[in-house]
């Protein structure tokens, strides 16, 4: 089995919707080492972070984070170690659009 360390996916969140940043390629299993969120504005914004299994929809249990607020022109690091399977997605919400950016890093196992 090969390991491919990589930033698996880089999002600038829409608003008010759920968006994927990252899915697992079909026969691949992945492990997300940290996700940088960054609020680009000047002014406090909220975001969600849910992992979702094979893909299917964002339900109370899949949420990682849940409304957290974000400072103004700040970031925060959230090294996690999820342990993804193939087709898992992970899903992310602004508040408000084109404020804030979601990058994963990690690697995927194929």
Request: hydrophobic share 45%.
């Amino acid at each position: 089995m090969a390991t491919n360390y990589k930033v698996l996916g880089q999002l600038a969140a829409g608003s008010a919707t759920y968006e994927t940043l990252y899915t697992v390629p079909s026969a691949t299993e992945s492990v997300v080492s940290t996700i940088v969120v960054a609020n680009r504005t000047a002014s406090a914004k909220t975001y969600r972070l849910a992992v979702v299994p094979n893909g299917t929809a964002v339900v109370d249990q899949s949420f990682l984070a849940y409304d957290v607020a974000l400072a103004a022109n700040d970031s925060t690091a959230l090294t996690l170690g999820i342990c993804l399977d193939a087709t898992d997605t992970i899903r992310c919400y602004a508040s408000a659009g084109s404020a804030i950016t979601f990058t994963a890093f990690g690697s995927e196992i194929a």
